[in-house]
């Protein structure tokens, strides 16, 4: 069963940045489609950003364009996401996981969630 290990996860300022890192845990025949996820308690998770598997296409959610980036590194075959100007509100466990890119959403049928990283952004 596929499934993801997050890292880089932190507490910061707000202003601050960090890089959260995503790896599969197991084998996964070809490049995938890969996006980060976060989610609070007592709400739903939310997509953030997607990647397509050439790294060409992505997705943002509106409240963290133009400060989050990802991006993904084939030969490592790893994707992170790069997170500046961070808020209170971007507080949260992330999690990546398969998505589409179109849309941001969850890829149907997956469900297999690793422990995510948690983001804490306070003074």
């Known amino acids: 069963q596929l499934q993801f290990v997050e890292s880089g996860g932190g507490l910061v300022q707000p202003g601050g940045s960090l890089r959260l890192s995503c790896a599969p845990t197991t084998f996964a025949r070809g490049l995938l489609t890969i996006g980060w996820f976060r989610q609070t308690p007592g709400k739903e998770r939310e997509g953030v950003s997607c990647?397509?598997?050439?790294?060409?296409?992505?997705n943002y959610a509106d409240d963290v364009k133009g400060r989050f980036t990802i991006s993904r590194d084939i030969n490592k075959n790893t994707v992170y996401l790069q997170m500046n100007s961070l808020k209170p509100e971007d507080t949260a466990v992330y999690y990546c996981?398969?998505?589409?890119?179109?849309?941001?959403?969850?890829?149907?049928?997956?469900?297999?969630w690793g422990q995510g990283t948690q983001v804490t952004v306070s003074s």
């Open positions: 990647i397509n598997d050439s790294g060409r296409r992505k």
């Open positions: 996981g398969l998505c589409v890119v179109s849309t941001g959403a969850t890829a149907r049928g997956f469900s297999s």
